[in-house]
């Protein structure tokens, strides 16, 4: 079982910045891909950003520009640096992993950390 905890949520005026930390219980180097999906009200879950073990990203086309994921072993954590933030990037964000062990991929979910961007 792998524990994520999501932090570094919170209000900020739109063009602001914020940065986001997802703490993992077992070294990320396991970790096939971490994720950050955010979740507006009334809204489904939407990928943001992903960072896979070798170091390769992809961002969703709203995150582009704007957002950058990375990751830092040593500490076991995955960060979102958010930058130039929108009213429409209020969302909870969700910190995903997965992990794969015996040919089985097993995913994780954070309890995710409330960004709240005022026009």
């Known amino acids: 079982q792998v524990q994520l905890v999501e932090s570094g949520g919170g209000l900020v005026q739109a063009g602001g910045s914020l940065r986001l930390s997802c703490a993992a219980s077992?070294?990320?180097?396991?970790?096939?891909?971490m994720e950050w999906y955010r979740q507006a009200p009334g809204k489904e879950r939407d990928l943001v950003a992903t960072?896979?073990?070798?170091?390769?990203?992809n961002y969703a086309d709203s995150a582009k520009g704007r957002f950058t994921i990375s990751r830092d072993n040593a500490k076991n954590t995955v960060y979102l640096q958010m930058n130039n933030l929108k009213p429409e990037d209020t969302a909870v964000y969700y910190c995903?992993?997965?992990?794969?062990?015996?040919?089985?991929?097993?995913?994780?979910w954070g309890q995710g950390t409330q960004v709240t961007v005022s026009p």
């Open positions: 077992i070294s990320i180097v396991d970790l096939v891909i």
């Open positions: 960072i896979r073990s070798g170091g390769s990203t």
């Open positions: 995903k992993a997965d992990q794969m062990f015996l040919g089985r991929k097993f995913t994780y």
